[in-house]
């Protein structure tokens, strides 16, 4: 729409809103147009406005030289990316035979699909019309460590199932998390910057976020959960925590026995199998909640059916848990002063601060306790769901393409499936894990527990994303089809059979519910562009939804998927029967106008069901954890044999650096980051591809800025040549590489775009360490520098 | 009398990127070719970074929109400015591509744009239209960490106004003369 003209005399300027597609945040997006001009620019209204450099440079990866144009399939060994065009029909034919050879032999099972957030919603459905549980995500080297902590403290989900009340908090501490998306949460925490709010940057190396006015603090990688629980010491044994939060909403007066197991009602011969208190109002002990004055600190004898059971609460055995880490202990793990810590613990309990919650976060193998210590404090001081506070998402219950029942699996379209036997590859070993990749390999290479035979990636880079590199390439070796669909040459596409090349963001419509804000709102994003001309791209849902109609046309048919849309050109009507199959849900769901709703989507690209309600969970609303409270101490962690409450433990991701040329390799990402933005023009200058030391380092190594050396990882003996960036901007003994920036290999790399050669890319060196039941990888490690 | 200068508030700034990719989109066609001057992006805004001090720093610099702007004083032609309302502009038509006020700018903001051989900085030709059309400039508009600001520093009312009201800035390299309206906010 014509927003604004003058008279004729100015061109007019269009605005179409999108949402962003450059990494996972779907930020609120204008698409510009003018006479002579296109670009994107932040929809300033939308609940997750944007942007940063990743949209802005969106038109570079829609017009990228290295966009994959044609369907590929390979002519030379695997690893080679040596490919020949084909034509879409024979190529989308030759998978579909081989995926039903596969399917018929070893099970519908050994079929399985890897993806990061692109067709995160829609490959559920594919799966589920094959008959296979394995959609195997990113999460194992993302937010798998997080979300295991929230589930297991707060019963919540995903990462914007929790976030910081980023407009209205005074206080935040960021830990290994910098911001750098969704860029919604940063213009809403300007307000709060604007208001006086303090941040806080716990990290060995300071990210983006760090060049503004905020704290840094430089601390030893696979520490922090010493410096956290040592911060709790400090403010519990100053008494800075909200003790009513503490009685009425966790679990923190629950009586554990001494076996670790919490006394119920049936230890003490009652009916019922609630969790006991005792209440010093009555000197009784009582069910958890039924007590006036829960006491936090009762520790004594309750005569049960069996005889005394000695019992403590939960409050007491956090007490021992934070003695061991006094701050001048928790200064020698960490590398952080004492006087730093104590001020840390009463700026944050006394301004009322909140913890950031984590998001792509696994680094060290021990993250899954980091991010119960986190929750934990944020609990101690009572800042949940409150205004500024951790807060729990409304939820838009925006519904899923299908959902499995214990008897079927009901679909958007209304259809019901068979439910699929098997179990996803990986719950069978880490059965906390939102997703472990990592069995996915062991199952491709060992068939254990069951074949993996045909992988299927989608819009992601294992290469760049998973740790232990050369399992990942024995992988791609047993597997019996390896297909990718996306726009540009990750390096595992060379290793592909066969890829599929894909629409990029501006070329597609989509809806979603929108992620990184607390309201509960449903984002859409229309189509703006065709791909550029030469371009032969596809929709990667009409891809999926081809293969799946040659290989089982019946199974296509069930969700209304007949031939007639192997016509391109009409698959837009399909993309449209689902659109208004979701408004149809939410219409309902939220008693609206589906013409309302669909109008404001498209004109605005955004809808806000619900506002945040503050001081909802758990005050009036029980959480999904076994008590219904905040878990302190974890039953979900106690089920699964893990330490109920968090420890620091020493990092097992890697071995710790022993000689004076041994050094942390710990890795991220900022603004200039994502597995798209890399290849664009603007990333060759904006996104440092060079490993990042300490000048009292390269002074002591006696090397310079620029400078190139070898690093070599301590674990895996892998070694690769570097520039190194000397900078104040890591710690000492610590060098940083982003993310998915550098080491690019793939043969599909042409000059002038070489530069993705450049730096290393840090899974390398990786000692592929998973760790159990959560199943979150560890990325850093610990390298040799060779001068 | 008007007097349009930009606020930059290096206290705010997460070197996201988000301005100098969205001058090059907006100004440049999300042109790919390179800026041989800056050997940058074809953008407007520079970014330095200061990580050698002790705290890491970055700076962005672009045009300054001078008051006394040395690139208007050396060109020989008249092609470079400064408009009623205190922009720096160059008018192509008149420019020969000698590059004089490249050398004179002690900011060194400007850059040599081969395709349209002539000396091109901020503000580029859609963020001109863009403010005739009374909206911001794009490196403005797309701050995700409000760090940015324009507008008529003669207007007590202007945000811009407000906001340097009540903040600590510096300005760069003021001791040359050329009383530049690019103001570097450092704290509240």
């Given at each position: ?53 990743r ?24 690893g ?131 060049f ?65 208190v ?24 309750i ?30 793990i ?13 700026e ?10 984590g ?8 993250d ?36 499995v ?89 060379d ?25 509960a ?41 007949t031939?007639?849309?192997s ?74 044999g ?32 994502s ?46 040549k ?47 360490y ?18 | ?27 440049y066609?999300s ?104 909206e ?26 407000r ?26």
């Amino acid at each position: 729409q014509a927003l604004s003209s003058n008279g004729g005399q100015v061109p007019v300027i269009q605005r179409t809103p999108i949402y962003c597609g450059a990494c996972g945040s779907k930020c609120g997006l204008y698409f510009v147009r003018t006479e002579n001009s296109m670009y994107i620019e932040p929809n300033p209204n939308h609940p997750q406005p944007g942007m940063c450099a990743r949209p802005a440079s969106a038109l570079q990866i829609w017009s990228h030289p290295l966009r994959l144009r044609k369907p590929l399939k390979r002519v030379g060994k695997r690893g080679e990316g040596k490919f020949e065009e084909i034509d879409w029909d024979t190529a989308l034919n030759e998978v579909a035979t081989k995926l039903k050879e596969i399917a018929d032999k070893y099970g519908p099972e050994s079929i399985a699909f890897t993806r990061h957030d692109h067709m995160s919603w829609h490959l559920p459905l594919i799966a589920a019309l094959i008959g296979t549980p394995n959609v195997i995500g990113q999460e194992e080297t993302c937010h798998g460590a997080s979300t295991a902590a929230r589930l297991a403290v707060l019963g919540a989900g995903g990462p914007p199932s929790v976030d910081p009340d980023y407009k209205n908090l005074s206080y935040l501490i960021l830990v290994g998390r910098n911001l750098d998306a969704a860029m919604g949460s940063v213009r809403l925490l300007s307000i709060a910057r604007e208001a006086g709010a303090k941040i806080v940057v716990i990290d060995p190396r300071a990210p983006n976020l760090a060049f503004s006015s905020v704290e840094w603090i430089p601390i030893l990688p696979g520490t922090d959960t010493a410096l956290l629980l040592s911060m709790a010491y400090v403010i519990i044994n100053e008494g800075l925590y909200d003790e009513q939060f503490l009685k009425r909403y966790t679990n923190a007066p629950m009586l554990i026995k001494q076996d670790g197991s919490p006394l119920t009602q049936s230890d003490l011969g009652q009916q019922g199998g609630a969790y006991m208190v005792y209440d010093s109002a009555s000197n009784e002990v009582k069910p958890l909640g039924a007590a006036a004055d829960p006491s936090l600190m009762y520790e004594g004898d309750i005569q049960t059916q069996s005889g005394p059971v000695h019992v403590k609460t939960v409050f007491r055995l956090l007490i021992e848990r934070v003695s061991k880490y006094e701050p001048r202990k928790a200064a020698e793990i960490t590398g952080v002063p004492p006087d730093t810590i104590i001020r840390l613990a009463r700026e944050f309990a006394t301004r009322r601060g909140v913890i950031e919650d984590g998001w792509y976060s696994a680094r060290n193998g021990n993250d899954f306790d980091m991010y119960r210590a986190i929750l934990i404090l944020n609990t101690l001081i009572g800042n949940i769901d409150r205004r500024g506070g951790l807060c729990f998402q409304e939820p838009a219950k925006f519904p899923n393409s299908c959902t499995v029942g214990p008897t079927k699996i009901d679909t958007i379209l209304g259809v019901s499936l068979p439910p699929v036997k098997s179990k996803r590859v990986d719950l069978l070993k880490y059965p906390l894990a939102v997703s472990a990749f990592d069995a996915l390999l062991d199952a491709a290479i060992t068939g254990s527990p069951y074949p993996i035979k045909a992988l299927i990636i989608v819009g992601t880079a294992p290469f760049h994303r998973d740790v232990n590199t050369e399992k990942l390439k024995r992988a791609l070796e047993a597997l019996d089809l390896v297909v990718t669909i996306d726009i540009l040459p990750q390096d595992h596409v060379d290793w592909s059979d066969y890829v599929f090349p894909d629409l990029m963001f501006l070329e597609r419509s989509e809806i979603s519910s929108a992620p990184w804000t607390l309201d509960a709102a449903v984002i859409f994003s229309n189509k703006v562009l065709d791909p550029p001309p030469g371009v032969d791209a596809r929709h990667a849902f009409w891809i999926l939804l081809e293969l799946v109609r040659r290989a089982w046309p019946d199974k296509a048919a069930l969700i209304g998927y007949t031939e007639k849309y192997s016509d391109y050109s009409l698959f837009e009507q399909y993309e449209e029967l689902i659109l208004y199959k979701i408004l149809d849900y939410l219409s309902r769901a939220w008693n609206i106008s589906k013409e309302s709703l669909e109008k404001e989507l498209r004109e605005k690209g955004y809808y806000v069901l619900k506002r945040k309600s503050y001081e909802v969970k758990p005050y009036k609303a029980r959480l999904a954890t076994p008590t219904g409270l905040v878990e302190i101490y974890s039953l979900v962690a106690l089920k699964h044999g893990l330490d109920p409450l968090p420890d620091w433990r020493p990092p097992p991701g890697y071995s710790a650096p022993k000689e004076p040329n041994e050094f942390y390799l710990i890795t991220g990402k900022d603004q200039t980051v994502s597995g798209h933005f890399v290849f664009t023009w603007n990333s060759k200058y904006l996104t440092e591809r060079c490993v990042w030391m300490n000048p009292s380092d390269a002074e002591r190594l006696g090397v310079k800025d620029g400078d190139v050396i070898v690093i070599e990882g301590v674990d895996n003996g892998f070694s690769a040549k570097t520039c190194i960036r000397v900078t104040n901007r890591v710690r000492p003994g610590v060098l940083f590489s982003y993310a998915f920036a550098g080491g690019h290999v793939s043969a599909l790399i042409q000059p002038p775009y070489d530069f993705l050669r450049l730096g290393v890319n840090p899974q390398w060196f990786t000692k592929g360490y998973v760790a159990p039941v959560v199943g979150a990888g560890a990325t850093n490690s610990v390298v040799r520098v060779r001068i | 009398m008007t007097r349009l200068a930009f606020l930059w508030d290096q206290s705010r700034c997460i070197s996201c990127g988000a301005c100098i990719a969205a001058c090059n989109a907006g100004n440049y066609k999300s042109s790919t070719s390179s800026n041989i001057s800056w050997n940058w992006i074809r953008t407007n805004i520079k970014r330095i970074e200061l990580d050698r001090s002790i705290r890491p720093m970055v700076l962005l610099v672009q045009c300054q929109q001078c008051e006394n702007p040395p690139c208007v004083t050396v060109c020989p032609t008249g092609a470079s400015y400064k408009d009623s309302e205190g922009l720096v502009k160059i008018n192509y038509r008149l420019c020969i591509g000698c590059r004089y006020c490249m050398v004179a700018c002690p900011y060194q903001a400007r850059w040599f744009d081969e395709e349209v051989w002539a000396p091109v900085k901020c503000m580029g030709e859609e963020c001109l239209e863009r403010i005739s059309r009374g909206e911001r400039p794009i490196c403005v508009a797309v701050c995700p960490a409000n760090a940015r600001d324009f507008g008529d520093i003669d207007d007590p009312n202007s945000s811009i106004s407000r906001r340097l009201a009540e903040s600590r800035y510096v300005k760069l390299l003021e001791n040359v003369g050329t009383d530049p309206k690019y103001y570097v906010v450092v704290g509240p």
